[in-house]
């Protein structure tokens, strides 16, 4: 039988999806740093480095209200680069006090450097892996990279084997072929589950000023005579080959999953439409970034700032339950070419 609390914990999740008012959070991301130490191709978070800004310890402070009436149950610590952040881990010494999960996503650059704190305070971390040495140093606009991060991870698995490392992949036209080379250097540094999703090419997020437009957007977005060669690669990762990785949950997305990155990049060509995503995120997550600004989901505008209003206040005013209400996820052209979603039930458990 399921617990009072846990029982009550659903009802709440099952309420906000009903009435669009936030009465459960189950998980929270936020930015606490707003610049990164690598400069990746395919995001521009890095050209604004000489803006810094962060989140403070009376921040994480002031929202522990609103996350104890939400029943917060993971943190994730995105960026930008979240280690950067000098107060980083009493930030999360603020929120392993109240029994909340800290995920963190990480470069993986200053993961040795960080490793017992990460061991103590940061329930798992989540590394980005472009490709093999070369091609990740490449994509990261940064000599020694990959190294660095598997110097990290590896020392990681050394302190204690049975912490959980995964890594996420975004696919594009600068890597697709390296595809296999990234799944064989992800096993050989000891990372446990590793996750694909294309680039977004559209969107005004990740510091993007303007969505990107030609030639930019075609540094990475796959051509359309690519596309043959793109469903070969995934054809194969589906073979004798990688076949296993999909059975023993090593490639975390399904074959099909894996099949609709074809499908994102072909819509661009108009040769099929973007795959439909089921997402709930604006009612079960929310992102808040280093200067403070809320948003819904990192792909929509900021509908709040928690240094002028509580986060309860920002995500039940009448517009921010009016987005929800009205947000039909099939149709709104943000939704439609989002590259990633989240899908959360009320029934399902935070790992």
């Known amino acids: 039988m399921m617990p009072v609390k846990e029982l009550y914990n659903t009802y709440k999740r099952y309420r906000t999806l009903q009435t669009h008012k936030i009465s459960a959070l189950p998980i929270v991301i936020l930015m606490p740093h707003s610049a990164c130490n690598c400069r990746c191709v395919m995001c521009d978070i890095w050209k604004d480095n000489k803006n810094l800004k ?18 917060t149950q993971q943190v994730l610590m995105s960026g930008g680069e979240a280690l950067l952040n000098t107060n980083f881990f009493k930030l999360c010494q603020i929120l392993k006090n109240q029994n ?9 650059l200053t993961i040795k450097k960080n490793a017992q704190q990460i061991l103590d305070l940061v329930d798992d971390v989540i590394v980005s892996i472009d490709g093999d040495e070369p091609l990740h140093d490449a ?41 296999e080379a990234i799944i064989r ?20 997020a990740f510091n993007r000023q303007m969505a990107w437009t ?4 075609n ?37 099909e999953k894996i099949q609709d990155i074809y499908r994102y990049y072909a819509a661009f060509y108009e040769l099929n439409p973007f795959p439909f995503k089921k997402c709930n ?9 280093a200067d403070g600004n809320v948003r819904p989901c990192f792909f929509h505008d900021t509908i709040g700032n928690i240094r002028d209003a509580s986060l309860t206040e920002i995500l039940n005013s009448e517009d921010a339950i009016s987005f929800r209400r009205n947000l039909d996820i099939a149709k709104n052209l943000v939704c439609v070419k989002c590259v990633c979603s989240l899908n959360l039930s009320p029934l399902a458990k935070i790992a």
């Open 185 to 204: 250097e992800a096993k050989a540094m000891g990372i446990d589950q590793v996750s694909f999703l294309p680039a977004d090419v559209s969107s005004h």
């Open 219 to 255: 540094e990475i977005l796959i051509a359309e005579h690519e596309l043959p060669e793109l469903q070969e690669m995934i054809s194969r990762l589906n073979g004798n080959n990688n076949g296993a990785d999909f059975k023993t949950r090593f490639i975390a997305e399904s074959a």
């Open 214 to 217: 030609e030639p930019k957007q």
């Open 139 to 179: 994509i990261r606009n940064i000599p020694g990279a990959f190294g660095k991060l598997k110097e990290g991870v590896q020392y990681l698995k050394l302190l204690n084997p049975g912490y959980r490392v995964t890594a996420r992949t975004v696919i594009h036209r600068l890597n697709f072929r390296n595809w």
């Open 281 to 289: 995120a604006p009612w079960v997550s929310t992102v808040i970034e």
């Open 100 to 108: 909340i999960k800290v995920t963190l996503l990480t470069t993986g």
């Open 54 to 71: 962060q989140l403070t310890e009376q921040d994480i402070t002031g929202l522990l209200t609103s996350l104890k009436q939400f029943g």
